[in-house]
């Protein structure tokens, strides 16, 4: 029988919960470097591709000769992620792909590359990742809003303490994540915070969600409980 959510439905223009974590549950991320590696990433993918790539110089049969930089594969337009949490052995990422085979391409760039640069580092072999990466697809807009909140709570409660109301601060900073950015702490380009946050008024959207986040939710576990890290 496959792990949980390794079987993958995958649509054009649909919202999916993507995550994954070392293997033998060890840690992915060590550092600080490690998290700014792995976001420079997402942001290189995600970001509009620079309109000029410049030139590298190599030395070929003894002269210095200038060749056009080879630009990385970019997923501007074709996925947009809207909510991230690095925990120190998994992440949590809630994207929308928009063509149906962008998710496959644009998970297996950042798994090889991060794994590259880890392995490198660390000075070790093999594969840093537990198996293949989990996606689920959300159905419904409570999933897709639940599952926002789930993913900005990782650092500080489990499943059983969601149904329990919580306060936290507002200025949240144990993990790299993207609630800064949902309370208008940070703003970064990348990232799609309107999507959810057109759900909430329109005059105070940030405040709306932290309230959101922050308040008991009954109905969270059921709803999302498909979804999620097993």
């Known amino acids: 029988m496959p792990r949980k959510n390794v079987v993958k439905t995958l649509i054009p223009n649909a919202y999916y919960h993507v995550y994954n974590r070392g293997i033998d549950k060890r840690t992915i991320f060590t550092s600080n470097k490690d998290h700014q590696v792995f976001l420079g990433s ?135 994540s993207s609630y800064p950015d949902y309370l208008n702490q940070q703003h970064t380009p990348w990232l799609d915070t309107q999507t959810i946050l057109n759900y909430f008024s329109t005059t105070h959207p940030h405040s709306d969600y932290h309230t959101f986040v922050t308040s008991p939710a009954q109905k969270s576990e059921s709803l999302i409980n498909s979804l999620t890290l097993e």
């Open 42 to 176: 997402l942001k290189e993918y995600l970001s509009p591709p620079p309109k000029k790539f410049g030139t590298r110089t190599v030395t070929i049969n003894q002269k210095q000769v200038e060749l056009p930089r080879i630009p990385r594969q970019n997923y501007h337009q074709q996925i947009s992620l809207l909510c991230y949490c690095l925990m120190p052995n998994h992440y949590h990422l809630l994207v929308k792909q928009h063509q149906a085979n962008s998710l496959a391409l644009f998970m297996k760039s950042l798994s090889v590359r991060y794994t590259m640069y880890f392995n490198q580092t660390q000075s070790r072999q093999g594969p840093l990742f537990q198996s293949t990466y989990k996606a689920v697809l959300v159905d419904t807009d409570a999933q897709l809003l639940h599952l926002s909140r789930y993913i900005h709570l990782n650092p500080y409660v489990r499943v059983k303490p969601l149904r329990q109301g919580l306060t936290l601060p507002k200025s949240i900073t144990s993990q790299p």
